[in-house]
Structure formats: C-alpha cells, structure tokens
C-alpha cells in the first residue's frame, strides 16, 4: 500500500539557519501531496500542498517541490525562525490521507 | 468563525467503559475523519465518512465505531473491544471535489486516558 517516509528527528536549529526536512513515498497512481504542521497541544494545520510532479507547494517561506523522479516531497526554508518550532507530517493521498511518522523540529534563538 | 470543535479536550476512561468523542464542524463539509495519533507516530485513520449516513472503515477501525445522522457531526466511540485507547484523537473534514486535493482541516483534538 501507499506509505510515506520522514527523516527521523527530532531537528534543533539555530534561527536563520537552513531547514530540510526530507520526505520519501511509495504510491500507485500520481497522489497529492502535503506538509502538515502541528504546534504543541493543537490539531494540524496544512502548511502547503503539490497536486502534481514539479508543481511547487509554498507558504510562509516554506518551499516543497513534487519529484516524481525520486519520489520526494522534501520541505525547505531559508531561514527559520523560534516561531517554526512545531512537528512537520508529509503525507499523500486524495481523499483519504497516509502520513508519516512527523519530525519534530526545535529552533534555539 | 467556521471551524471545527471537539470536546471535552481530555477524556478519563474507566476499564470495561465506551466514552463518546464529539467532532462538529460548521464548514459544510461532506467528508469527515477520525484520526488516533500516538508518540512520535504519525496518524492513523480510524473511520471516515464521505456523506451523511455512510462511513467506512480505516486502517485501525476495531474498537471504534461512529455515526454520521447530521451533516455537521460525526461521533467517536471508543468500546471496552478497544484495549489499548491512550492517545491523541483528531477530527477532520473536507470538501469532496475531485481534484485529489481536498484539503482536510483538524479540530484541536480529544487527549484520551485510561484510568
């Protein structure tokens, strides 16, 4: 079945650093694909989304490009900030949603 | 403002006992989902539905059961089947287009506690 893979965390930064976190799938067809962001004690919020390969997905300076070559869906950001402190899922799908395990992402002043 | 509600936003349950999770959404949407997420775990769907009085099964749906008689709410109950039921609970709903992709938003979720 489909299934979506993340880098293990947890990921701690310093602010203005650059941020990857890396996000690999197996799926039939040509899914959709997500970043959820979920702050602590709180349901997720969808950060940004791809429908096809090489469509980018952006938002609030996070970037994620669809490659269908490599599977990927990897998460980018420039420079982050404390505020991006929070747990990031990938997921894929249409309707129904398969997510990965969530990396947790801590950013130090 | 449109959203989605879940209460009570911590739940005790006793051993042998079903407790009900409330989910209601004013986004007029079709689809809704419940989903269990336990540390350090990704989300688990537990039942899902697509239109009122229909709903289908996920991936970890024994123990669980739910219904859906209004458009904006759709239950979770957790029986006594159910053995291992500490965690994270979490509603959310959709549009139903056909694009493949709806975007699902989530209630605040239901930390549930064995007692």
């Known amino acids: 079945g489909d299934s979506v893979t993340q880098m293990e965390g947890p990921v701690t930064l310093s602010e203005e650093a650059f941020l990857t976190i890396n996000c690999t799938y197996t799926?039939?067809?040509?899914?959709?694909l997500f970043w959820y962001v979920q702050y602590p004690g709180e349901g997720l919020q969808l950060l940004l989304k791809a429908t096809k390969a090489d469509d980018k997905g952006s938002n609030k300076g996070f970037e994620a490009t669809y490659r269908k070559e490599t599977t990927s869906f990897h998460l980018e950001k420039g420079s982050v900030q404390v505020s991006d402190s929070a747990v990031y899922f990938c997921?894929?799908?249409?309707?129904?949603?398969?997510f990965g395990q969530g990396t947790r992402l801590t950013i130090n002043p | 403002d449109g959203g989605i509600t879940q209460s009570p936003k911590y739940l005790f349950r006793k051993e042998g006992q079903n407790v009900t999770l409330s989910c209601e959404q004013n986004l007029n949407h079709d689809a809704m989902y419940w989903y269990r997420q336990d540390p350090g775990q990704g989300l688990r769907l537990i039942y899902y539905s697509q239109i009122v009085n229909d709903f289908q099964k996920g991936d970890i749906a024994e123990g669980y059961s739910v219904s859906r008689e209004k458009k904006e709410s759709f239950p979770l109950t957790v029986t006594s089947a159910q053995k291992n039921p500490t965690a994270f609970y979490l509603c959310?709903?959709?549009?139903?287009?056909?694009?493949?992709?709806?975007?699902?938003?989530f209630g605040p979720g239901t930390r549930l506690l064995v007692l």
């Open positions: 799926a039939t067809g040509y899914p959709s």
């Open positions: 959310a709903s959709s549009t139903t287009g056909t694009s493949g992709a709806e975007t699902q938003y």
């Open positions: 997921a894929l799908g249409a309707q129904k949603l398969v």
